[in-house]
T-cell receptor, first 115, second 114 residues
Framework: SQTIHQWPATLVQPVGSPLSLECTVE??????LYWYRQAAGRGLQLLFYSVGIGQISSEVPQNLSASRPQDRQFILSSKKLLLSDSGFYLC??????????????FGSGTQLSVL | AQSVSQHNHHVILSEAASLELGCNYS??????LFWYVQYPGQHLQLLLKYFSGDPLVKGIKGFEAEFIKSKFSFNLRKPSVQWSDTAEYFCAVNSNSGNTPLVFGKGTRLSVIA
């Protein structure tokens, strides 16, 4: 069966420090991968999605970047964190046809606090 | 670009009360519509979805949603809520005509009290 791993679960970082959140998927090949952010009162905001290795689509211009160095690995990064980067970050995957089926499988999330 | 509006931020209901959560979307083309639910301490999961056909969609746990194209709406309903329905509910949309990711609403927190 397919599983998605996301870590760390919680992270407290000072302003200006770098960020690296990792997400891996097991049990499937060539998944579509997504990073969402859930901020208080703002719902789920799509940040990045990827349909293949090295292919990244950015939905919201901001202080963050994403990379997909391997088929089932999706990394969210920042060179210098801002206070406004605080939030709950969710990784998700879907089957290659998933963008049409809408069936996303979410990870357990990372609560990021930038102080 | 697509957008989704959920007008109710927090809804508080007593057990056995009826539920209706509003969802309106903005998009000029054909869409797929979804409701996701996040129970406390659990992952987001799909509750129900609409692609085409009967505009009244039945989901798990007695939930249903009705697609009204003229109103650009996809409201979620349940005739009688239970304490276990306490969760956050997200409406989402994507285009039916291309490989586009889901766009979510801001979510509605439902609290069911005894």
């Amino acid at each position: 069966s397919q599983t998605i791993h996301q870590w760390p679960a919680t992270l407290v970082q000072p302003v200006g420090s770098p960020l690296s959140l990792e997400c891996t998927v097991e049990g499937t090949s060539n998944p579509n991968l997504y990073w969402y952010r859930q901020a208080a009162g703002r719902g789920l905001q799509l940040l990045f999605y990827s349909v293949g290795i090295g292919q990244i689509s950015s939905e919201v211009p901001q202080n963050l970047s994403a990379s997909r160095p391997q088929d089932r690995q999706f990394i969210l990064s920042s060179k210098k964190l801002l206070l406004s980067d605080s939030g709950f970050y969710l990784c998700a995957w879907s089957l290659p046809a998933g963008m049409l089926s809408g069936k996303l499988f979410f990870g357990s999330g990372t609560q990021l606090s930038v102080l | 670009a697509q957008s989704v509006s959920q007008h109710n931020h927090h809804v508080i209901l007593s057990e056995a009360a009826s539920l209706e959560l509003g969802c309106n979307y903005s998009y000029g083309g054909t869409v797929n519509l979804f409701w996701y639910v996040q129970y406390p301490g659990q992952h987001l999961q799909l509750l129900l979805k609409y692609f085409s056909g009967d505009p009244l969609v039945k989901g798990i746990k007695g939930f249903e949603a009705e697609f009204i194209k003229s109103k650009f709406s996809f409201n979620l309903r349940k005739p009688s809520v239970q304490w276990s329905d306490t969760a956050e509910y997200f409406c989402a949309v994507n285009s039916n005509s291309g490989n586009t990711p889901l766009v979510f609403g801001k979510g509605t927190r439902l609290s069911v009290i005894a």
